[in-house]
């Protein structure tokens, strides 16, 4: 019966998923000129600390193996692990150029929103490279399996474990759609768990995925999979929506382990467009009725009448036994207090290293950040921040908080993204390894020399940052004062007590402290 109501259809699916190209196609766009537009969004760190043309190569950073992980819609993805973290692995995705000459928009779009792309129930982006011939993907491996594959094995989930799945799947879609990028592809087969025991869901997957927003014409490209398709992609007219109609065939095959559609894809189309489900009795009688109200708000024929992903998450069906966690938060809180004293250009450096953290890094603290997310938007306001540090905690003022603030909001956008948040948990709630600070270290060694110059600097953080010049940076870690920064003091730099780094930037006591870390850390003591 399973195998009938759900795998073979989404089995007959896949021949089925497609994408045509729109009228725009014909003006394509090179991957280089979207460079500007990600800066823009996410700030410089997160695109130059990851994005390596030429002169950094994949094999430079990764070895990659013959192991093939899975196929997406562009491509073929494979293991890699990481020379500076051998115990991590990776999962790349890899493109030959010349031969995708036809679709270099749909390319540019995925790698664009994906670069731009911040949350804990989103796939990390870890690093992109680019040469005239190859563009290399390398992203964090989940390793707890498909969400699809999740349901074989239960055969369906109840209230409670759907409503746990369905809420995070909606809180990275409210984040995509709140910052102008649609899915369009959602599916059970495109949300993994990220450990094997686990439960914490990510999206993957952005092949197919649109920059869009209110204010543009509606989007006509038909694509997807079609047991998930909703009725305005099929008619060819359709907003973000379209990602919630998906979530409703999940939620739909989740607390009954069926499809809602099945048949020919001709038999499907047509059942869709109508809005034609049977829920059965003896599936849907044992069900509350306020997950089945849950459901027929999503599989609404008329996306205006549909639920959006942040009503979604308001349904009183989602909302139920939605817990306001506190534990832990008063260690968070002081983290953030002691990442807004720290030195402009260690900020940087923290920012930086959080794109080489392990999900087992992240997972310490990426429910402190939708904690403290109260919207679910995927970012942490001004207003959200007082409101835990000032009316929940009661631990800081209304001037500290702003101080606090500032110094995470990082591009200047008043918003404090999830990378911000984990590079203030490092080294309090996250550790400082050997490996991180390597891995951290060879993002500003941009041509991979051994050593970080202020020119190498200025290409990953700009010339100035908040009105500082780089070349101070370089004189606050350059303990031999030879113009450049080699691993050793850079490791001595981001080792010292915090109580140094709250010291005045280039002072003498930070500087003899560097000095004799360094000593410390020296080869010839066997450090």
């Known amino acids: 019966m399973l195998w009938d109501n759900v795998v073979a259809p989404v089995v007959a699916n896949l021949a089925l998923r497609w994408t045509l190209p729109s009228k725009s196609n014909k003006f394509s766009r090179s991957l280089a000129n979207m460079g500007p537009r990600v800066e823009a969004r996410t700030g410089k760190i997160p695109l130059s600390g990851r994005y390596h043309c030429d002169l950094r190569k994949l094999e430079d950073d990764y070895i990659l193996s013959e192991r093939v992980l899975g196929t997406g819609v562009n491509g073929e993805v494979r293991l890699a692990t990481s020379l500076s973290q051998p115990e991590q692995k990776f999962a790349v995705k890899s493109f030959h150029l010349s031969d995708r000459k036809n679709d270099v928009l749909?390319?540019?779009?995925?790698?664009?929103?994906?670069?731009?792309?911040?949350?804990?129930?989103?796939?990390?982006?870890?690093?992109?490279y680019e040469s005239r011939q190859q563009l290399h993907l390398v992203m964090e491996c989940m390793e707890g399996g498909e969400l699809f594959d999740r349901l074989i094995e239960k055969k369906r989930f109840s209230e409670e474990e759907a409503i746990d799945t369905l809420r995070q799947m909606l809180v990275a879609l409210n984040y995509l759609h709140s910052h102008g990028i649609v899915h369009r592809d959602v599916k059970l087969e495109n949300f993994v768990y990220d450990t094997k025991d686990g439960n914490h869901l990510k999206l993957i997957d952005f092949g197919l995925s649109q920059a869009w927003t209110s204010s543009e014409q509606n989007m006509s490209t038909t694509c997807g999979t079609v047991a998930y398709l909703p009725p305005e992609v099929i008619s060819g007219s359709y907003t973000s929506q379209c990602d919630l109609w998906s979530v409703g065939v999940i939620g739909f095959c989740l607390l009954s382990g069926e499809m809602p559609f099945s048949g020919s894809?001709?038999?499907?189309?047509?059942?869709?467009?109508?809005?034609?489900?049977?829920?059965?009795?003896?599936?849907?009688?044992?069900?509350?009725?306020?997950?089945?109200?849950?459901?027929?708000?999503?599989?609404e024929v008329d996306p205006s009448k549909r639920l959006s992903a942040q009503q979604a998450l308001e349904h009183p069906w989602v909302a139920r036994g939605c817990k306001d966690e506190q534990d832990g938060m008063e260690g968070v809180v002081e983290a953030l207090r002691d990442f807004s004293h720290a030195s402009?250009?260690?900020?940087?450096?923290?920012?930086?290293?959080?794109?080489?953290?392990?999900?087992?890094?992240?997972?310490?603290?990426?429910?402190?950040?939708?904690c403290l997310d109260l919207d679910k938007q995927g970012t942490i306001s001004l207003s959200e921040l007082r409101h835990v540090m000032v009316d929940k905690l009661q631990l800081v003022d209304e001037r500290e908080v702003l101080?606090?603030?500032?110094?995470?909001?990082?591009?200047?956008?008043?918003?404090?993204?999830?990378?911000?948040?984990?590079?203030?948990?490092?080294?309090?709630?996250?550790?400082?390894?050997?490996?991180?600070?390597?891995?951290?270290?060879?993002?500003?060694?941009?041509?991979g020399s051994g050593f970080i110059t202020a020119d190498k600097l200025c290409h990953v953080l700009g010339s100035q940052v908040d009105g500082q010049s780089v070349e101070?940076?370089?004189?606050?870690?350059?303990?031999?004062?030879?113009?450049?920064?080699?691993?050793?003091?850079?490791?001595?730099?981001?080792?010292?007590?915090?109580?140094?780094?709250?010291?005045?930037?280039?002072?003498?006591?930070?500087?003899?402290?560097?000095?004799?870390?360094?000593?410390?850390?020296?080869?010839a003591l066997g450090m």
């Not at 749909?106 to 870890?126: K, M, Q, W, Y």
């Not at 069900?287 to 089945?292: G, P, Q």
């Not at 959080?354 to 950040?369: G, M, P, Q, T």
Request: charged fraction near 25%; aromatic fraction near 12%.
């Open 106 to 128: 749909l390319l540019t779009g995925e790698v664009e929103n994906f670069l731009s792309l911040d949350h804990p129930h989103i796939a990390r982006l870890c690093d992109v």
């Open 403 to 447: 101080q606090v603030f500032e110094a995470l909001d990082y591009n200047n956008d008043q918003q404090i993204h999830y990378s911000d948040f984990l590079a203030a948990m490092l080294d309090t709630q996250i550790e400082l390894s050997d490996d991180l600070l390597t891995s951290a270290f060879r993002r500003f060694d941009t041509d």
């Open 344 to 370: 402009k250009f260690r900020r940087c450096c923290m920012e930086i290293m959080v794109w080489s953290l392990s999900n087992e890094d992240r997972a310490k603290v990426h429910d402190h950040f939708i």
């Open 472 to 523: 101070t940076f370089v004189q606050e870690v350059d303990q031999n004062m030879d113009g450049r920064i080699s691993f050793g003091e850079f490791a001595a730099y981001l080792k010292q007590d915090k109580i140094v780094s709250n010291t005045p930037s280039g002072s003498i006591f930070e500087k003899l402290t560097q000095s004799l870390l360094t000593f410390w850390m020296s080869p």
């Open 265 to 299: 894809q001709s038999v499907q189309m047509r059942k869709i467009s109508k809005g034609e489900y049977y829920m059965k009795p003896a599936k849907w009688d044992s069900v509350s009725s306020e997950a089945k109200d849950f459901i027929k708000s999503l599989l």
